[in-house]
């Protein structure tokens, strides 16, 4: 462990960890917390993070929310779990012991490990006239419990290192929420005009984040669908639901406050019918857009927060998987090195052995995929070239093993 690390920070369209350029080559596992909160599973979680900086990988997203059900952070509104809190703790502190990084996201769009929905639930259970998942948005009530939640985590003191999380060089960066939708208004006028009657929820939220915690970036957490604001770019998403999603990628990241921008690339679930070929050309399209928009209209770094193909319906291959993850790395890479913007890009998803029954398709077990193993520690490999020049370009922390060369 590194005892005097340096915060991340933004600087325009770059990431910087005191006077080095940082390049975030990361991954997801995002039951990290629920399997600390078991002394039967937490060694998968010291594993996993292991294993992935061995082969070379610097920054972790997770999920920082359980709300309501099973091994809940958040039990209910302003109620914790000190045993889940503490779980919590232990996967920043396993972090930190492996230089690993962390993106914490506080929120799901998704009935998965609570969400919005069950935000929504509890305002029901409290009286609130709810009529929808999206009144998460625009609720007054349920965003004083989101707020309540987000200020518990980021003020947390570690029981493990006594440091409090927004004090903490471990964490990179806070996420709002996993792939908001809020399709009840397909114009993004919710997530992102204020007007007399509300706070946009993205300004009121980044406001409210960067009001306690001044120093660490933030993201949002989108997928990077374009809304009709844009009409000329409704052709660059996957599908025309994606346009009504309520989402507006380049609106959205000119809220204040909001550090980075946040897409995810999903071509086997986007183009379902389409060749493998014709998935590549998608991919190129969809992040050179993005690259584009990021460094020319938001001046911000990009950051590809998902990023993964699933084989579990047999549709696609390990050898695919490999193709598509190495068009990603590529064309990322190609604009890191042409000085057009930073960032970086976190697959989707690496498991620890032991982790086999939580596989949704998309999980990677490096014990058993050599050949991934390979492109990541390749990856790794090209962003800490050994030429002299980019070596003053980039910092990945942690050490490439020998047995990966």
Known sequence: MDDHWPMVERRGTQLWASDLPFIIHGFNTYWLMSFASDGATRPRVTAAIAEAADAGLNVCRTWAFSDGGYRALLTAPFHYDEVVFQALDFVVSEARRHNMRLILSLCNNWEDYGGKAQYVRWGKDDGLDLTSEDDFFTDPTIKSYYKAFVEAVVTRINTITNEAYKDDPTILAWELIN?????????????????????????????????????????????????PSAPELLPVNPDEYSGNAGTDFIRNHQAAGIDLASIHVYSDTWLPHSIEENHLQSVNAWMQQ???????????????????????????????REAFMETVYRIFLSSWKGEVIGGGCLLWQLFPEGAEHMDDGY???????PSTLNLLANHSRNLNATDASALKRVQIPGQIKNRYV
């Open 179 to 227: 792939e908001p939708h809020c399709p009840s208004d397909p114009s993004g006028d919710t997530l992102q005009i204020l007007n007399p009657l509300f706070f946009a929820w993205i300004e009121e939220m980044a406001s409210y984040v960067k009001s306690i915690d001044p120093v660490h970036l933030l993201e949002i957490g989108t997928e990077g669908f374009y809304a």
């Open 363 to 369: 999980a990677i077990i490096l014990a058993k995929s």
């Open 290 to 320: 993005h690259i584009d928009d990021a460094a020319n209209l938001l001046g911000m770094p990009i950051v590809i927060g998902e990023f993964g193909v699933s084989i579990k319906d047999g549709k696609f291959g390990n050898e695919f």
